[in-house]
T-cell receptor, first 116, second 115 residues
Framework: QKEVEQNSGPLSVPEGAIASLNCTYSDRGSQSFFWYRQYSGKSPELIMFIYSNGDKEDGRFTAQLNKASQYVSLLIRDSQPSDSATYLCAAPRRPNYGGSQGNLIFGKGTKLSVKP | DGGITQSPKYLFRKEGQNVTLSCEQNLNHDAMYWYRQDPGQGLRLIYYSQIVNDFQKGDIAEGYSVSREKKESFPLTVTSAQKNPTAFYLC??????????????FGNGTRLTVT
């Protein structure tokens, strides 16, 4: 069973701190990863994607990928109360004999709360 | 502006009735998807379509049906055979189908309540 796993949280950080969100995956052949932010009652929105080992930075967000450890993380610097949301990690579903293919497999998400 | 439109935002139905959720996109994407989200369950794939007039079952297709007669449209019917239809339904699309390095773009969702 190919899975993407996340700690459900809640993860609580004070305003201005660094929030670290983690994700592990079971399919060693996964090549790319996506981070989505979902506010309560809303649909997910893409905030970062990463294909290569190492770090990728975009503003206050940094995605980190370690393929050897099958680990991907999202760091949010200078956390703001507006960052309070559930963060979903996702990876493409690769073809598996007899299984469905295509689209993304999502983790269950980590709920982040940034306290003023 | 390009995007994905789901309607209605909220839908209420009596048990035993079929209901159709609308999804329209003007992004010119080939692939479209339906996911279901329940509290604590994450997103689960119902159906997806890579091209007009073709679609594939996802992980939880039982009790659902879809059609893809136009590139822009991918409606989902929740039938009376679906045991627990109350959920948040999300339609998505992507440029590249079948798990390429192409992100999904989501509509705003339809919250279905069946009593």
């Amino acid at each position: 069973q190919k899975e993407v796993e996340q700690n459900s949280g809640p993860l609580s950080v004070p305003e201005g701190a660094i929030a670290s969100l983690n994700c592990t995956y079971s399919d060693r052949g996964s090549q790319s990863f996506f981070w989505y932010r979902q506010y309560s009652g809303k649909s997910p929105e893409l905030i970062m994607f990463i294909y290569s080992n190492g770090d990728k930075e975009d503003g206050r967000f940094t995605a980190q990928l370690n393929k050897a450890s099958q680990y991907v993380s999202l760091l949010i610097r200078d956390s703001q109360p507006s960052d309070s949301a559930t963060y979903l990690c996702a990876a493409p579903r690769r073809p598996n004999y007899g299984g469905s293919q295509g689209n993304l497999i999502f983790g269950k998400g980590t709920k982040l709360s940034v306290k003023p | 502006d390009g995007g994905i439109t789901q309607s209605p935002k909220y839908l209420f139905r009596k048990e035993g009735q079929n209901v159709t959720l609308s999804c329209e996109q003007n992004l010119n994407h080939d692939a479209m998807y339906w996911y279901r989200q329940d509290p604590g369950q994450g997103l689960r794939l119902i159906y997806y379509s890579q091209i007009v007039n073709d679609f594939q079952k996802g992980d939880i297709a039982e009790g659902y049906s879809v059609s893809r007669e136009k590139k822009e449209s991918f409606p989902l019917t929740v039938t009376s055979a679906q045991k627990n239809p109350t959920a948040f339904y999300l339609c998505a699309s992507s440029i590249l189908p079948t798990g390429g390095n192409s992100p999904l773009h989501f509509g705003n969702g339809t919250r279905l309540t069946v009593t």
